[in-house]
């Protein structure tokens, strides 16, 4: 997940796929992402046919039952009346009222523009890690999630290449990899990202081996040996 553009989140398809249990349910429309949790009971034994079916296709995208204004696909009838392709579209959000696909409390994000592959290799013990995080990810995001792999990720300087004379190749943090210059390219293989391990000042802290990930349920990376 990658928080920017004045606070907006954006996610990896990836991310919202595994959210498909009744304790944590998201559905994507037209790349807005929804997180629709609130919409079921999760101690209840028996839910509505409707919200099971809603249910059934959580961690999906829904954009083919709705209009490119999101508002619901309509069909009619053998009886001639006007119905919903897709029936849970008339689920009300029972702590706003409102309809939950026009919930903007409900509304968590959107979709990223565009998936980045990327390496980060780690310049002493060469290790990498391949990592695929959002176009919209700054590299402190980067950085943030790469603490998964290695818990002393805020002490390395991030470079674009291994060149220490090169002091243009150290990334900016706050900007993000095509602001650092580090342009999308659909073919592999995916860039490089240097890692330069410096000792925090006034500790004789010793680098630690990248940490092994943690059990999440997306993996967002594999460590290459």
């Not at 009346?81 to 309809?99: C, D, H, L, M, Q």
């Not at 696909?101 to 994000?109: A, E, Q």
């Not at 310049?123 to 792999?149: H, M, S």
């Not at 291994?162 to 342009?183: K, V, W």
């Amino acid at each position: 997940m990658s928080l920017d553009r004045g606070g907006e989140k954006f996610f990896l398809r990836d991310e919202v796929v595994v959210r498909n249990q009744i304790d944590s349910a998201w559905v994507i429309i037209h790349g807005n992402v929804f997180d629709i949790t609130s919409l079921f009971d999760a101690n209840s034994s028996s839910l509505k046919k409707v919200h099971q079916l809603l249910l059934a296709l959580a961690g999906k995208d829904l954009s083919v039952y709705f209009d490119t204004q999101r508002r619901p696909v309509y069909r009619i009838s053998k009886d001639g009346a006007r119905v919903p392709v897709f029936p849970p579209v008339k689920i009300r959000n029972s702590a706003t009222g409102e309809y939950w696909w026009n919930d903007r409390s409900l509304l968590i994000g959107k979709i990223t523009a565009q998936e980045r592959k990327i390496r980060v290799v780690n310049n002493v013990t060469f290790q990498q890690c391949n990592l695929v995080v959002c176009e919209e990810d700054t590299i402190a995001e980067i950085r943030r999630k790469f603490l998964r792999f290695n818990d002393n990720g805020f002490n390395y300087r991030w470079r674009s290449n291994i060149n220490l004379t090169d002091t243009a190749a150290d990334l900016q943090l706050d900007r993000t990899l095509t602001g650092n210059g580090i342009i999308y390219d659909r073919y592999p293989p995916a860039p490089l990202i240097w890692l330069f391990y410096q000792i925090p000042d006034g500790s004789e802290a010793e680098e630690t081996t990248p940490s092994a990930p943690a059990n999440n349920s997306r993996p967002a990376a594999q460590v290459a040996n």
